[in-house]
């Protein structure tokens, strides 16, 4: 069951702009590399459903997680179809993100009040998905559709609160970029946590580059 509700998953997005994205087969791993994230001022994190026996690794974070870094909302991502995302909600997931939008994933969410942030990649798209109660969705993929795509959905459909993933690089300018297009705020992946530096251990170098770009973030008005 999920720890935090919709409101309060959506204020922690809101409150950071930024949403890590990662996942690794070693739980200890990616347990380290979310407290690294928690420890520079992440509230919100998703977790990748990719790999067999992703779910295991979930349910272990999650529970890491409860315990070191209580106000984290951690979530899922690549979900495709509603048993995937039925399975991660009874492990604790707060939010359910896709690559797609699949109308019955959201009623699995919306059933358990869970936010769905399903990837859309034209305006019709993001339509049907708030019409489904999706409150969030994701532009994706990010590098493919571009800053004026945000721009220019927001601008007929101001109510919009958009995701970005896919692309978008830990940098001021780019972070910028993408905030200032309208978008509510922005997933990061493999460019936010480079191989060498978690095969090094490095979780101090990841916890300077998530409050470097939370601060970017902020500086956006």
């Not at 859309?120 to 109660?133: K, L």
């Not at 922005?186 to 530096?197: A, I, N, Q, R, T």
Request: aromatic letters at 10%.
């Amino acid at each position: 069951m999920a720890k935090f509700d919709k409101l309060s998953v959506l204020q922690k997005m809101a409150d950071t702009r930024i949403v890590p994205v990662f996942y690794h087969a070693d739980a200890a791993i990616a347990c380290q590399v979310v407290k690294a994230c928690y420890d520079g001022g992440i509230r919100a994190f998703e977790f990748t459903n990719r790999g067999d026996f992703a779910h295991e690794v979930f349910a272990q974070v999650v529970r890491y997680a409860a315990e070191n870094c209580p106000e984290l909302a951690i979530g899922v991502g690549s979900v495709v179809d509603a048993p995937t995302a039925a399975l991660y909600l009874q492990l604790g997931a707060n939010f359910v993100v896709g690559p797609l939008f699949n109308p019955e994933v959201a009623k699995v969410c919306n059933r358990r009040c869970v936010p769905y942030t399903p990837g859309c990649g034209t305006v019709s798209e993001v339509g049907f998905a708030q019409e489904a109660g999706c409150d969030l969705v994701k532009a994706f993929p990010g590098d493919v559709l571009g800053p004026k795509f945000v721009k220019g959905l927001t601008a007929p459909m101001p109510w919009s609160r958009i995701m970005v993933t896919g692309g978008v690089e830990p940098t001021e300018e780019n972070i910028s970029q993408w905030l200032k297009a309208g978008s509510f705020c922005v997933g990061m992946g493999s460019k936010l946590f480079p191989k060498e530096v978690v095969a090094a251990g490095d979780w101090k170098s990841i916890s300077d580059k998530c409050r470097a770009c939370i601060q970017w973030a902020k500086a956006v008005k």
